[in-house]
């Protein structure tokens, strides 16, 4: 079994009185897709914008490969190359895909944005995730299909060299064919070396791309199972809490 | 679709391949797509042109054509003042009355106060800035609808001005240097030097860019379109040089059979350097620079802006702080042509820029829309006033057509972004 890249345990957070995430563990390793299922209200969204640094986890641990850390902004979770992709993708649509992917962190040149530099990173990224959809980087966001700008959004958190990728519902607004195409390069992600973090209420897309599941149910991790181990009802069973499980990842 | 070892990497271009042909195929597909940019504004231009030079005899001539421009400048700075924030979706109601202001500040301190007038300039830009600052705290940091801000301060600075300038008050330009802007024009040479100047500046950042380019080991565009942007650069601004060189008062009128002795009226406008200058400075600064694309990026969606990091608050504050000193510029030059300040100078002009800046195809919206666009809309709505005005009709109709024009512009924007988010790419 691999070292994880990333380990929580004990993590705690309450919004004055609920208390949403329970003493959570969770962990992903390098070049495997970890899925976070669970229903709504079970605490996804909190857990991972923990990881993302928006919202401080209250209580827990974080080790980022073995080593403790303390998430408290975006930049220090973007330092250690913690990236997430949310649902909403927040690209700018006046903007190009190249202007998208190093929003934030241009390349400059003689106080200048160096354009070309940009260019070239971009097209090589999005190249080595075979993505075959986009005909030119210079697109604007907003002539992108739903699929390409989902495309543009994960090849953004690679762009540099990202060590964790958490995806927040990558395939919820999708077609079938461009969800296959989405998958596809998770998948690739994840071969590239990347320990991806799927969140997901489709089951089908988590069993197709998934190497472990993590279940999440009124805040709590309920169980942590590896996808050839388990099945479609066992999950279903957690999720909506009609089963329990004691144990964890073999 | 599975990848395997042997698939050849997938290509991906950048726009940039291919001859001068596909150059002109793909941006007339872009156009098609919805991009049109400043195309409609500058197709509107021409027309009134062409149509303004068969109506009156008067129109298409070298003193008409420098009036021109020394009156759409105050409204050109004004409308590029503006873009800065209608690119984040806001609005600066008060950018008119900053200008007021700001203009009565300077007067004032040198009548007055009888200061230096590079330092009552100095202060004047100061008090713009800080007007700036202020609408930015209350609109980023306190959270106030910029409209609502502005819209106080455009009620508030109005009594401002009627305090600094008093009652029914006017006072004379009599600074030399700023009654220069409008009224004098440079030495003949000088309009030549400018214009080999901005040239050479314009080739060398383009050869600069296509280095660099090279360097990162990316597909420049072929270099033919280069040359031809600076030859139709070059060729332009030589005619207008040119045009400019002409004694403009010559042929005023006979006595006689002899022409009356005049004062020879020749060479560009000062205020057109001046107005050219800061328009290619804050096109550098949008273009080019972190700051200008992060200022797109915030006017595109300010969500996604935060998330990527960039101080968003911060960038809302700077545009509305160089909106308003850009507006001082507007007062100053507006001041120069009047000759005098009074206590309503750029209370009215603020909605002409903001429909200057609509009309060259700058998006209220936020996110779309270049320096370059306020100031042709600029000229489209001056050039509706001064062409109307030589046919003399009544000031009415040009208040009810400049109006038509906004609402077209508007509508081909409308129609423009419409047919931008039907179609996906082809």
């Known amino acids: 079994m691999d070292v994880p890249v990333i380990e929580l345990s004990g993590v705690e957070k309450r919004f004055g009185p609920v208390e949403v995430l329970k003493g959570v563990n969770l962990r992903a390793y390098p070049g495997k897709v970890t899925a976070l299922v669970g229903d709504n209200g079970a605490g996804k969204s909190t857990l991972v914008k923990g990881l993302a640094g928006v919202q401080p986890y209250d209580a827990g641990e974080v080790r980022f490969a073995g080593e403790i850390v303390h998430l408290h902004t975006p930049r220090e979770a973007s330092a250690l190359g913690i990236e997430v992709v949310y649902q909403d993708l927040a690209l700018c649509e006046n903007l190009d895909i190249v202007q998208n992917m190093f929003l934030g962190r241009e390349e400059t040149s003689g106080g200048t944005l160096d354009e070309g530099v940009m260019e070239r990173q971009a097209s090589e990224t999005l190249q080595s995730l075979s993505v075959r959809t986009v005909k030119s980087v210079r697109q604007k966001v907003s002539s992108l299909s739903g699929g390409q700008r989902q495309t543009v959004a994960i090849a953004r958190s690679v762009l540099k060299k990202a060590k964790v990728v958490i995806l927040d519902e990558p395939t919820a607004a999708l077609g079938v064919a461009q969800t296959e195409q989405v998958l596809n390069l998770v998948r690739r992600l994840a071969d590239s070396g990347v320990a991806v973090i799927i969140i997901s209420h489709n089951l089908v897309d988590v069993f197709a791309v998934a190497d472990y599941i993590s279940v999440l149910y009124l805040g709590q991790m309920v169980a942590e199972l590896a996808t050839k181990d388990t099945n479609n009802d066992d999950v279903v069973g957690y999720i909506t809490g009609s089963k329990t499980y004691e144990g964890s990842v073999a | 679709m599975s990848t395997t070892a042997s698939t050849p990497p997938p290509v991906i271009g950048s726009g940039h391949e291919g001859g001068v042909r596909d150059q002109i195929v793909n941006y007339f597909r872009t156009v098609r797509q919805g991009e049109m940019g400043a195309l409609p504004a500058i197709g509107g231009f021409v027309v009134l042109l062409v149509l303004f030079s068969f109506l009156s005899s008067n129109f298409f001539t070298p003193l008409n054509l420098a009036n021109l421009l020394t009156q759409t400048a105050t409204l050109m700075m004004l409308a590029m003042a503006l873009v800065f924030v209608i ?264 909605l002409s820029g903001v429909a200057a800046a609509v009309v060259g195809g700058v998006s209220l919206f936020g996110g779309r829309g270049r320096l370059i666009h306020a100031a042709i809309g600029a000229l489209v709505i001056a050039v509706i006033a001064n062409g109307l005005g030589l046919l003399g009709l009544p000031a009415g109709v040009n208040f009810l057509v400049t109006g038509g024009v906004l609402i077209l512009a508007a509508t081909v924007d409308a129609i423009s972004r419409k047919r931008s988010g039907g179609t996906l790419v082809r």
Not at chain 2, 188 to 210: E, H, M, N, P, T
């Open chain 2, 87 to 350: 690119l984040l979706g806001e609005i600066d109601l008060s950018a008119g009355v900053t200008s007021g202001v700001t203009a009565s500040v300077f007067v004032v301190l040198v009548h007055n106060v009888q200061m230096n007038w590079i330092l009552a300039l100095l202060i004047a830009f100061a008090v713009g800035l800080a007007i700036g600052t202020f609408i930015g705290f209350f609109v980023a940091r306190v959270g106030i609808p910029s409209f609502v801000v502005t819209l106080g301060l455009f009620l508030g600075f109005q009594g401002l001005q009627l305090l600094i300038i008093g009652t029914g008050g006017a006072y004379r330009i009599e600074t030399p240097e700023i009654s220069a802007i409008m009224n004098k024009n440079l030495p003949i040479l000088w309009g030549w030097i400018f214009l080999a100047v901005a040239i050479a500046v314009d080739l060398g950042i383009s050869l600069w860019d296509r280095a660099r380019r090279k360097r990162a080991g990316v597909i420049n565009r072929p270099i033919t379109l280069m040359w031809i942007r600076v030859g139709v650069l070059a060729v332009g601004g030589a005619l207008f040089v040119a045009l400019m060189s002409v004694d403009r008062a010559a042929g005023r009128g006979t006595l006689n059979g002899v022409p009356i002795a005049h004062d020879v009226i020749e060479g560009v406008p000062i205020v057109v350097p001046i107005a050219l200058v800061l328009l290619w400075a804050g096109t550098f600064i949008l273009d080019r620079t972190r700051y200008g694309r992060h200022l797109y990026a915030v006017g595109g969606n300010g969500e996604a802006a935060r998330r990527a990091g960039i101080k968003v608050a911060a960038i809302r504050m700077s545009a509305f702080m160089v909106c308003s000193t850009l507006a001082v510029v507007a007062g100053l030059f507006d001041a120069s042509r009047i000759g005098v300040v009074t206590a309503s100078s750029g209370s009215q002009i603020v």
